[in-house]
């Protein structure tokens, strides 16, 4: 995988792709059935219960990406990684049988190991970090398209999300003077609200309205893979103590956004979370992770066994 090394105690970061297309030749239906013995039994059951080849394809292509980085972070072998999923339905490693003192996502040298991933549309993404203090991480991919309702202009279907954004975030899309600019702007802050909630790990229980992203960087989807760090996350006073702006929302400090155009048609956000509970804040931003398009099943499979 395509990693980052920042400086210590900076975090190290990678981010990793795999498109459908690849995916297609990562597995490929005369190959998908052998592809599953290499994940656990419950992965396989909950991609087998995908309706469509595609996703089943992207999901798949999700798990080996993950057990592929754990196997190279943790160097242990392929069999010793279990994998686990919180009540929210997160994906978290669960510790390393040959020692019980590594706590899960911990490496041997207390480097922690956070990671996430997401699919959409076209691409399955994988997000993680190396530090060495307790963060979490999450990202989220979507496809810039409108509904699928036939002849629905994108004026409707934005009107649709109205009340996911707050109103400064809903003049911002709509102060685009085209609808690919509305809709770019659209997808942009919803893969930001998602990669928080992910990185919280609170799924459903977040009100996407109580999050508020001010968007002060042009992302250009005619460069793909290049990133901006600039979106600032407000939250509306609730019971923490944040700084407080100017006009009375509170802004943490201990999160990091991310956002990648991966072609022209997808775009990504990263959300890097630290433990502000134990004073472990982020450092300045950092340079933004480097994308790694992934080509082929090999990359994937050096490592792998069946399970």
């Known amino acids: 995988m395509g990693t980052v090394t920042r400086g210590f105690p900076r975090p190290r970061c990678s981010l990793s792709g795999v498109t459908s297309t690849a995916a297609s030749h990562l597995c490929p239906p005369q190959v998908f059935e052998r592809l599953l013995n290499y994940l656990q039994p419950e992965e396989r059951a909950r991609i087998s219960r995908f309706r469509r080849q595609r996703d089943a394809l992207l999901a798949m292509a999700g798990r080996l990406m993950i057990r592929s980085y754990l196997v190279e972070k943790l160097k242990v072998p392929w069999d010793n990684v279990r994998l686990g999923r919180t009540p929210e339905n997160k994906p978290f490693l669960v510790g390393i049988p040959d020692n019980d003192r590594i706590p899960r996502m911990t490496c041997s040298n207390g480097i922690h190991i956070a990671f996430n991933v997401s699919h959409h549309g076209d691409w399955t993404v994988l997000a993680a970090v ?53 809709l770019e702007r659209f997808y942009r802050l919803w893969c930001l609200k998602e990669s928080y909630v992910k990185a919280v790990g609170q799924g459903l229980g977040i009100d996407l309205r109580t999050l508020e992203f001010v968007i002060q960087e042009p992302l250009d989807a005619q460069r793909p893979g290049q990133a901006v760090t600039s979106p600032l996350l407000f939250i509306p006073p609730l019971e923490k103590d944040y700084p407080t702006d100017d006009i009375g929302f509170r802004v943490p400090e201990s ?27 982020p450092p300045a931003p950092p340079t933004p992770a ?17 399970l």
């Open 255 to 281: 999160y990091i956004f991310e956002e990648y155009f991966l072609d022209q048609n997808h775009c990504a956000a990263v959300c890097l979370a630290c433990d502000a509970a134990r004073g472990q804040l």
């Open 130 to 182: 190396e530090a060495p203090c307790s963060r979490s991480i999450g990202v989220d991919v979507m496809r810039i398209e409108l509904s699928m309702i036939p002849g629905e202009s994108t004026d409707v279907f934005l009107d649709c999300f109205r009340s996911q954004l707050t109103p400064r975030e809903w003049s911002y899309v709509r102060a685009a003077t085209v609808d690919r600019g509305r």
């Open 290 to 306: 480097r994308f790694e398009r992934i080509e082929t099943v090999n990359h994937l499979l050096r490592q792998a066994q069946s």
